[in-house]
């Protein structure tokens, strides 16, 4: 992964990003109950050929092997998230012992191997029991949340200093209550702007009880954000793209940072009305240390009829079909520190997926995604050269993994997962970025946090 490394701080953060449902599998393990996920994968034709997330890389047992291929790579931070079925089957008390367990020892061999654990408290598995209640679009919901983080906190927080709220509240809004592609499946707008509003509300309370139970601790969410470009400077063109920016982007950096709904989004603040009490937005607007950032692609948008049209231009495409376009992570990140200044940026999550396989000689000779990630992390370099504080990088994803309602379909991994034999292999992008991790390391300075650590470990 042949690119300069030089203008990356000596203290920036080389990171893979995982979540507990695409990885863990023993989903019924040491106590688990059911999550929204296991109902919806179980339920015929809601996932691609009827996979399901109950074994998935079985990270559950071989994290051992894993931490050991996170240090090959010289990770210094590993991304993952914990199963909030596993630590209460039932959504709020009792808490089950047993499943929080697995994150301590999980917490304590990551440091053992000099690697950083950063935290994510909620990637999608919501406990059954509460979507039986009402799910996301009930505040009753959120409520239950903070239950889980205190207890979750109270655990970990001696040992975990990065702590991410919520993965992608957008998603699990859109996908799961808008659209009804991803669990639990609803298909209502006005569920899907309520679970919206609950999931950042319950982040703004979530960072108030982080702060109680660890105030050393560093907090923040993160977000799947696009940069749309107009398809022409037409009026009509530039605003579908204001449009689209309002819905995926605006319609949450706004409330986070500004503590107001964009305004532009009438229909929207409609239904946000039917929910929202006094002081929500100040709450939601709770100062956090960092803004997690997942981008994968640029969105070309063009007016179309009533509603903007999303472009499919000549270019390259992943298997997702999404736009290989790194110039806008540039610009997205360039643009997110001029219009809300966060304090600090991690890219929590950036990668693709290609159709992989292994060759005669047993290796997977992935170039697309080594050049993906190369260019990627270089509209990264470009921006901390014009002023960004972007602090860290998190390929997704460490494995192949449980791609959602694309089943085992799409693999993002740095390393291959044979899954009938649940078989390890590197890929080529796996030593491009270890390569790449070590030549920046060459210049980094041991008296840093991280360089701390990892002169301590011997890594
Ligand atoms: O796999 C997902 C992840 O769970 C959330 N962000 C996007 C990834 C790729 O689709």
């Known amino acids: 992964m042949p690119s300069d490394t030089t203008d990356f701080p000596a203290d920036f953060v080389w990171g893979a990003a995982t979540a507990a449902y695409q990885i863990e599998g023993a989903v019924r393990a040491d106590g688990r109950g059911e999550s929204v996920w296991d109902r919806f994968a179980a339920t015929p034709g809601k996932v691609r050929s009827g996979d399901t997330g109950e074994i998935a890389c079985d990270f559950y047992h071989r994290y051992p092997e894993d931490i050991a291929l996170m240090r090959k790579l010289g990770l210094d931070a590993f991304r993952f998230s914990v199963s909030w079925p596993r630590v209460f089957p039932q959504g709020r008390a009792p808490l089950n012992q047993a499943g929080l367990d697995f994150y301590d020892r999980l917490v304590d061999e990551l440091l053992a191997a000099g690697i950083e654990p950063f935290a994510t408290l909620f990637h999608w598995d919501t406990p059954q029991p509460l979507e039986d209640a009402g799910g996301w679009p009930m505040r009753a919901t959120a409520e239950a949340f903070v239950q889980y983080t205190e207890a979750v906190v109270a655990r970990l927080g001696d040992r975990v200093r990065h702590w991410t709220t919520h993965n992608e509240p957008g998603v699990v809004s859109s996908h799961g209550y808008g659209l009804g592609v991803h669990a639990p499946g609803r298909a209502d707008d006005a569920d899907a702007v309520a679970a919206a509003h609950h999931l950042l509300l319950s982040h703004g309370w979530a960072v108030e009880a982080i702060r109680r139970l660890a105030p050393a601790a560093s907090v923040g969410l993160a977000l799947d954000l696009a940069q749309p470009y107009p398809a022409s400077d037409s009026p009509e063109d530039l605003a579908a793209a204001w449009q689209i920016d309002g819905e995926g982007n605006r319609w949450f950096l706004d409330p986070l940072f500004r503590a107001v709904y964009p305004d532009d989004q009438q229909e929207r603040i409609a239904l946000v009305e039917r929910v929202i009490r006094d002081g929500d937005l100040a709450t939601i607007a709770a100062p956090s240390?960092?803004?997690?950032?997942?981008?994968?692609?640029?969105?070309?948008?063009?007016?179309?009829?009533?509603?903007?049209?999303?472009?499919?231009?000549?270019?390259?495409?992943?298997?997702?079909?999404?736009?290989?376009?790194?110039?806008?992570?540039?610009?997205?990140?360039?643009?997110?520190?001029?219009?809300?200044?966060?304090?600090?940026?991690?890219?929590?999550?950036?990668?693709?997926?290609?159709?992989?396989?292994?060759?005669?000689?047993?290796?997977?000779?992935?170039?697309?995604?080594?050049?993906?990630?190369?260019?990627?992390?270089?509209?990264?370099?470009?921006?901390?050269?014009?002023?960004?504080?972007?602090?860290?990088?998190?390929?997704?994803?460490?494995?192949?993994?449980?791609?959602?309602?694309?089943?085992?379909?799409?693999?993002?991994?740095?390393?291959?997962?044979?899954?009938?034999?649940?078989?390890?292999?590197?890929k080529d992008s796996f030593r491009a970025y270890r390569d790449f991790i070590a030549d920046h390391r060459a210049g980094s300075d041991p008296t840093t946090e991280l360089g701390e650590l990892r002169s301590k470990s011997g890594a």
């Open 289 to 426: 240390d960092f803004l997690g950032v997942n981008s994968y692609r640029r969105l070309l948008v063009a007016a179309g009829n009533g509603r903007p049209r999303i472009l499919r231009p000549a270019g390259r495409y992943t298997t997702m079909d999404w736009e290989v376009y790194p110039d806008s992570l540039h610009r997205l990140l360039v643009r997110l520190a001029d219009d809300y200044a966060p304090l600090a940026i991690y890219v929590t999550e950036n990668g693709a997926a290609f159709g992989d396989v292994r060759g005669h000689d047993g290796e997977v000779h992935d170039l697309e995604r080594t050049a993906y990630i190369r260019d990627h992390l270089d509209a990264i370099r470009r921006a901390i050269a014009d002023g960004v504080p972007v602090k860290g990088y998190f390929v997704w994803s460490l494995l192949d993994n449980f791609e959602w309602g694309y089943g085992y379909s799409q693999r993002f991994g740095l390393v291959y997962i044979d899954y009938p034999t649940l078989e390890r292999v590197p």
